[in-house]
Protein backbone atom coordinates (compact mmCIF):
# COMPACT_ATOMS: atom_id res chain seq x y z
CA UNK A 1 0.00 0.00 0.00
CA UNK A 2 1.54 3.39 -0.75
CA UNK A 3 0.90 6.81 0.64
CA UNK A 4 0.54 10.32 -1.56
CA UNK A 5 -1.36 13.75 -0.98
CA UNK A 6 -1.85 16.66 -3.70
CA UNK A 7 -1.75 18.53 -0.97
CA UNK A 8 1.73 17.90 0.41
CA UNK A 9 3.62 17.29 -2.83
CA UNK A 10 6.60 15.19 -1.33
CA UNK A 11 4.90 13.10 0.94
CA UNK A 12 5.01 9.39 0.28
CA UNK A 13 5.11 5.94 2.39
CA UNK A 14 4.31 2.30 2.04
CA UNK A 15 3.29 -0.08 4.11
CA UNK A 16 2.52 -4.25 3.23
CA UNK A 17 -1.42 -3.45 4.59
CA UNK A 18 -3.47 -0.70 4.45
CA UNK A 19 -4.06 -1.74 7.98
CA UNK A 20 -0.22 -0.75 8.82
CA UNK A 21 -0.40 2.14 6.54
CA UNK A 22 -3.41 3.35 9.15
CA UNK A 23 -1.76 2.68 12.00
CA UNK A 24 2.02 4.10 11.50
CA UNK A 25 0.29 7.77 9.08
CA UNK A 26 0.05 9.85 12.71
CA UNK A 27 4.29 9.01 12.95
CA UNK A 28 4.52 9.28 9.02
CA UNK A 29 2.69 12.88 8.82
CA UNK A 30 4.68 14.16 11.61
CA UNK A 31 8.22 13.07 10.18
CA UNK A 32 6.36 15.07 6.88
CA UNK A 33 5.77 17.80 8.88
CA UNK A 34 2.44 18.20 8.11
CA UNK A 35 1.21 20.29 11.52
CA UNK A 36 -1.00 18.19 13.98
CA UNK A 37 -4.18 20.46 13.41
CA UNK A 38 -4.30 19.35 9.51
CA UNK A 39 -8.10 18.03 8.75
CA UNK A 40 -6.93 14.36 7.39
CA UNK A 41 -9.01 12.89 5.06
CA UNK A 42 -7.97 8.98 3.90
CA UNK A 43 -8.79 7.76 0.43
CA UNK A 44 -8.15 4.41 -1.42
CA UNK A 45 -7.66 4.06 -5.29
CA UNK A 46 -8.37 1.21 -6.78
CA UNK A 47 -6.29 0.93 -10.39
CA UNK A 48 -7.66 -0.44 -13.12
CA UNK A 49 -7.39 -0.22 -17.07
CA UNK A 50 -9.87 0.22 -19.19
CA UNK A 51 -9.18 -0.19 -22.97
CA UNK A 52 -5.11 0.67 -22.33
CA UNK A 53 -6.19 4.14 -20.32
CA UNK A 54 -5.09 3.91 -16.69
CA UNK A 55 -8.04 4.21 -14.45
CA UNK A 56 -8.11 5.20 -10.58
CA UNK A 57 -11.08 4.71 -8.70
CA UNK A 58 -11.01 6.91 -6.18
CA UNK A 59 -13.07 6.46 -2.69
CA UNK A 60 -12.97 8.02 0.48
CA UNK A 61 -12.60 6.28 3.82
CA UNK A 62 -15.43 7.70 5.77
CA UNK A 63 -18.99 6.42 7.41
CA UNK A 64 -19.99 6.04 3.61
CA UNK A 65 -17.30 3.86 2.50
CA UNK A 66 -19.99 1.31 1.84
CA UNK A 67 -21.81 3.12 -0.52
CA UNK A 68 -19.06 4.50 -2.21
CA UNK A 69 -17.35 1.03 -2.54
CA UNK A 70 -20.74 -0.06 -4.45
CA UNK A 71 -20.46 2.86 -6.57
CA UNK A 72 -16.63 1.88 -7.05
CA UNK A 73 -18.56 -1.61 -8.07
CA UNK A 74 -21.32 -0.65 -10.49
CA UNK A 75 -19.01 1.23 -12.33
CA UNK A 76 -16.63 -1.43 -12.93
CA UNK A 77 -19.64 -3.62 -13.63
CA UNK A 78 -21.38 -1.24 -15.86
CA UNK A 79 -18.13 -0.83 -17.85
CA UNK A 80 -17.68 -4.44 -18.78
CA UNK A 81 -21.31 -4.99 -19.50
CA UNK A 82 -22.17 -1.62 -21.17
CA UNK A 83 -20.03 -0.91 -24.04
CA UNK A 84 -21.87 2.81 -24.48
CA UNK A 85 -20.84 3.68 -20.88
CA UNK A 86 -17.51 2.64 -21.39
CA UNK A 87 -17.35 4.49 -24.72
CA UNK A 88 -18.39 7.56 -22.50
CA UNK A 89 -16.09 7.34 -19.58
CA UNK A 90 -12.89 6.65 -22.14
CA UNK A 91 -13.58 10.01 -23.58
CA UNK A 92 -13.56 11.66 -20.26
CA UNK A 93 -10.77 14.02 -19.89
CA UNK A 94 -7.40 12.52 -17.87
CA UNK A 95 -5.59 13.66 -15.31
CA UNK A 96 -1.83 15.57 -16.39
CA UNK A 97 -0.60 12.13 -15.98
CA UNK A 98 -2.93 10.58 -18.25
CA UNK A 99 -4.82 8.72 -16.02
CA UNK A 100 -8.95 8.46 -15.46
CA UNK A 101 -9.66 9.46 -12.25
CA UNK A 102 -13.25 8.22 -10.89
CA UNK A 103 -14.06 9.46 -7.59
CA UNK A 104 -16.81 7.81 -6.05
CA UNK A 105 -19.40 9.94 -4.10
CA UNK A 106 -22.40 10.04 -2.28
CA UNK A 107 -24.95 12.81 -2.46
CA UNK A 108 -24.08 14.60 0.76
CA UNK A 109 -20.67 15.14 -0.46
CA UNK A 110 -20.33 19.15 -1.17
CA UNK A 111 -18.42 19.46 -4.85
CA UNK A 112 -16.03 21.79 -2.51
CA UNK A 113 -14.66 18.77 -1.03
CA UNK A 114 -14.35 16.83 -4.25
CA UNK A 115 -12.15 19.74 -5.27
CA UNK A 116 -9.99 19.65 -2.28
CA UNK A 117 -9.18 16.19 -3.76
CA UNK A 118 -8.14 17.47 -7.19
CA UNK A 119 -4.08 18.05 -7.41
CA UNK A 120 -3.28 21.90 -7.24
CA UNK A 121 -1.27 21.96 -10.01
CA UNK A 122 -4.09 20.98 -12.04
CA UNK A 123 -6.66 17.93 -12.63
CA UNK A 124 -9.44 16.65 -14.16
CA UNK A 125 -11.50 13.77 -12.78
CA UNK A 126 -14.93 12.09 -13.24
CA UNK A 127 -17.38 12.18 -10.26
CA UNK A 128 -19.76 9.38 -10.11
CA UNK A 129 -22.90 8.99 -7.77
CA UNK A 130 -25.45 6.48 -7.80
CA UNK A 131 -29.44 7.52 -8.49
CA UNK A 132 -30.82 4.57 -7.68
CA UNK A 133 -30.34 0.83 -6.88
CA UNK A 134 -29.22 0.56 -10.83
CA UNK A 135 -28.45 3.93 -11.97
CA UNK A 136 -25.52 6.11 -11.85
CA UNK A 137 -25.19 9.86 -12.33
CA UNK A 138 -21.30 11.08 -13.61
CA UNK A 139 -20.38 14.64 -14.48
CA UNK A 140 -16.75 15.39 -14.75
CA UNK A 141 -14.76 18.80 -12.81
CA UNK A 142 -11.28 19.70 -13.51
CA UNK A 143 -9.77 22.85 -11.63
CA UNK A 144 -7.50 23.91 -15.03
CA UNK A 145 -8.96 25.06 -17.83
CA UNK A 146 -6.10 23.39 -19.94
CA UNK A 147 -6.92 20.06 -18.83
CA UNK A 148 -10.89 20.73 -20.03
CA UNK A 149 -11.36 23.70 -22.61
CA UNK A 150 -14.99 23.28 -22.22
CA UNK A 151 -15.71 22.80 -18.62
CA UNK A 152 -17.75 26.10 -16.97
CA UNK A 153 -17.27 27.44 -13.49
CA UNK A 154 -20.72 26.62 -11.40
CA UNK A 155 -21.44 30.33 -10.57
CA UNK A 156 -22.62 30.75 -14.49
CA UNK A 157 -24.89 28.11 -13.74
CA UNK A 158 -26.43 29.63 -10.22
CA UNK A 159 -24.47 27.26 -8.53
CA UNK A 160 -21.85 27.89 -5.63
CA UNK A 161 -18.79 25.09 -4.68
CA UNK A 162 -20.86 24.70 -1.65
CA UNK A 163 -23.72 22.63 -2.92
CA UNK A 164 -24.09 19.48 -2.50
CA UNK A 165 -23.87 16.21 -5.33
CA UNK A 166 -27.37 15.32 -4.82
CA UNK A 167 -28.31 19.53 -5.07
CA UNK A 168 -26.28 19.12 -9.05
CA UNK A 169 -28.00 16.19 -9.62
CA UNK A 170 -31.77 17.41 -8.81
CA UNK A 171 -30.85 20.54 -11.17
CA UNK A 172 -29.32 18.86 -13.93
CA UNK A 173 -32.17 16.51 -13.94
CA UNK A 174 -34.61 19.55 -13.90
CA UNK A 175 -32.78 21.75 -16.40
CA UNK A 176 -32.75 18.93 -18.70
CA UNK A 177 -29.51 20.29 -20.42
CA UNK A 178 -26.41 18.71 -20.82
CA UNK A 179 -23.95 20.91 -18.88
CA UNK A 180 -20.28 20.94 -19.50
CA UNK A 181 -17.57 19.74 -16.82
CA UNK A 182 -17.50 21.83 -13.93
CA UNK A 183 -14.15 24.07 -13.42
CA UNK A 184 -13.29 24.52 -9.94
CA UNK A 185 -10.94 26.95 -7.58
CA UNK A 186 -7.50 25.59 -8.14
Known amino acids: MGLYSPQVPDLSAGRATLAQLQRDLPDILRFAEVPASTRVRLHVEYARELAGVPVAVRVRMDQHVIARNEVANRVANMVLTRPDERQRLESAHRTRTGDLLLI ?80 LAA
Open 104 to 183: CTVASDRINDLGAQLHPSGEAAVVVCAVDETLIWTTEIANSGDLNEAARPLDEWGDSESITIGELMERDVSRQVARPALL
